[in-house]
């Protein structure tokens, strides 16, 4: 009677889970052999109840699926067992061969005298393929079929590489010329055919991604610098010979490239950023060329201030490593020293001193930082402290043009210098010449201007004669001494161009009542022919270079 009882028991848990549900759902016994099967079973994956019931579960998996199919440990007790659970993926072959990816749920069911594994089978086939579809759009390029962005960094990932490898930006010199002549059809096309070229060109061990437009990222094996400049040319000529064939004629381009060395612990940031800059630089220098950052470059990056950090700049600030230094202007017609001019200096902890050509861009962008903004007026005012402005000589001091550019700029310059009026009389206010005209407000400059020179202010315009120099300025602002750029008085002795600019330059501002200092001046010759031409204010070399002002005061 009792074996009759089992039985029964046995044949309604098998009816309840099958019969009675539409899922996929397997019962195994202990060895993983299939005892039940679904009719949804035979639905989904073809097998017959014959060729399934008795056979073991793994014959219907994969072989690597079946190697890492997770079988329940049983030898615990029934309590235990009832809450069991398990989630895994496989792969099952389907009658027809087809292999459909799962998710098996499994717990442990107990009866009388039976363990039972019962195991939920979720066909999860179609959204692992869509998964797989997006996060290929996400990570590929839907033109080109490179790489993307996005993907490239998933494939180099920092703390995963195990070997040393180039990075190559190249950019198609002059691409937008091709979507303007020929339209954006044929600009795709080329796109597509210069992807096929350099993936050719780097082979099965690098990688090639569209960075974005018409800009690549060729990654490969790398430790030497020979080794990056050999595929850099190679991939420089390929662009450069190839041409596409289009009913308007051909389509040919050039590419500059900027390359750098990621080591296994670099940071890819870091890396992309030196390739970056190299980029830029063989733009600057002409295009169509590849350009390396290795030491060299790094170092003249340095020299250039390019590589000096924000972070560099304020513990510098913090550590009162900025100074403002002078240099005297002089008169010549008395051979005597007129005024001088605040200069600013970095002495760098090693006793190293900086010139602004260096660090003044991030300084200035610092100083815009309102918990550094206060650090300016700090240097300006402890060289204010040492000047004696009872002496008859003047003092410069540069503010840029966009200072003055707003409401109320006159009160903040003046509260930022900090001087009583005595001290305004004896001080002149650069503006340098170099600013944007559409960056500023010229109108509100001129009034800030006038408001300053009510103080007992006198103004100058730094750096007249460079290339964003106009008329407008000498006009429209009451400006009291005019500059004349170094760069005009450096070709003064073999440059006709040169001379004819600084006498134009001086006969205008002398109309407008102007005084005209000339800077940059180096040599007798240069001194001569200013002298000859009735410009007696000089500033430069000839005379001194910026020195402490402990040391010229």
């Known amino acids: 009677m009792s074996d009759l009882t089992e039985i029964y028991a046995q044949h309604n848990f098998a009816e309840t889970i099958l019969n009675r549900n539409a899922a996929v759902i397997l019962t195994l016994d202990i060895g993983a052999k299939v005892q039940t099967a679904s009719d949804a079973w035979s639905t989904k994956f073809g097998y017959s109840l014959e060729e399934t019931l008795g056979k073991d579960f793994s014959i219907f998996l994969t072989e690597e699926s079946a190697l890492k199919y997770n079988q329940t440990d049983y030898e615990t007790t029934p309590n235990q067992l009832t809450k ?15 292999i459909r990816i799962a998710e098996l749920h499994s717990a442990v069911g107990y009866t009388t005298s039976q363990i039972h594994k019962i195991v939920t ?21 839907e033109l080109t079929r490179l790489y993307s962005r996005r993907g490239f960094y998933k494939y180099m990932t920092d703390g995963v590489r195990t070997y040393s490898v180039a990075l190559l930006l190249m950019d198609i010199d002059h691409f937008k010329s091709i979507n303007d002549a020929f339209g954006h059809l044929v600009g795709d096309e080329y796109l597509k055919k210069i992807a096929v070229k350099l993936t050719s060109i780097i ?18 094996p790398a430790e030497k610098w020979v080794e990056v400049r050999n595929v850099a040319e190679k991939a420089r000529l390929a662009v450069e010979k190839f041409q596409l064939e289009t009913s308007r004629g051909p389509v040919i381009r050039t ?17 992309l ?3 970056d800059m190299a980029l830029g630089h063989a733009k600057l220098c002409g295009r169509n060329q590849a350009v390396m950052a290795d030491n060299n470059f790094i170092n003249s990056l340095k020299q250039a201030g390019k590589l000096i950090t924000s972070e560099e700049v304020r513990k510098a600030l913090e550590n009162d490593e900025f100074e403002l230094w002078l240099q005297p202007l002089m008169n010549l017609e008395n051979k005597s020293t007129m005024g001088y001019e605040a200069l600013m200096r970095w002495r760098r902890p090693d006793g190293q001193v900086l010139l602004p050509g260096v660090f003044l861009n991030k300084l200035q962008s610092v100083f815009k930082e309102p918990s550094y903004a206060h650090f300016h007026s700090k240097i300006i005012r402890h060289l204010l402290a040492q000047i004696d402005f009872s002496q008859s000589y003047y003092l410069s001091i540069n503010i840029r043009m966009e200072d003055f550019g707003f409401e109320n700029a ?23 010449e170099e600013a944007e005209t559409n960056r500023v407000n010229i109108d509100e400059v001129a009034k800030q201007i006038k408001i300053l020179k009510s103080q007992g202010f006198r103004i100058a315009l730094d750096d007249y004669g460079t290339a964003s120099s106009n008329l407008l300025r000498l006009t429209k602002l009451p400006i009291d001494i005019v500059k004349l750029d170094k760069s005009l008085i450096a070709d003064l002795v073999k440059d006709k ?4 600019a600084v006498r134009g330059i001086t ?15 180096e040599i007798e010759q240069q001194a001569e022919f200013l002298l000859k031409e009735n410009i007696t204010s000089h500033q430069g070399f000839l005379y001194s270079r910026a020195k402490h002002p402990k040391d010229i005061l």
């Not at 930022?416 to 650069?430: F, M, P, R, T, Y």
């Not at 161009?497 to 004819?500: E, G, I, L, M, N």
Request: hydrophobic residues 40%.
């Open 121 to 141: 089978i979720i066909d999860i086939t179609e959204t692992v393929q869509q998964r797989k579809k997006l996060l290929d759009l996400a990570e590929r390029d």
């Open 497 to 500: 161009k040169s001379r004819q």
């Open 507 to 521: 006969s205008i501002a002398k109309e407008m009542g102007m005084a005209v200092v000339a800077e940059g001046v």
């Open 203 to 220: 082979g099965k061990d690098g990688l090639v991604a569209r960075f974005g437009g018409e800009e690549f990222l060729l990654t490969f």
């Open 84 to 98: 069991r659970h398990t989630v895994e993926t496989v792969d099952i072959i389907t009658k027809d061969h087809e």
């Open 255 to 271: 590419v500059s490239c900027g390359a750098a060395l990621l080591n296994i612990e670099e940071k890819i940031a870091q890396a």
């Open 410 to 432: 006159a009160s903040s310059i003046m509260s930022e210098i900090g001087c009583d009026d005595n001290q305004k009389k004896s001080l002149v206010l650069e503006i340098s």
């Open 273 to 275: 950023g030196r390739a």
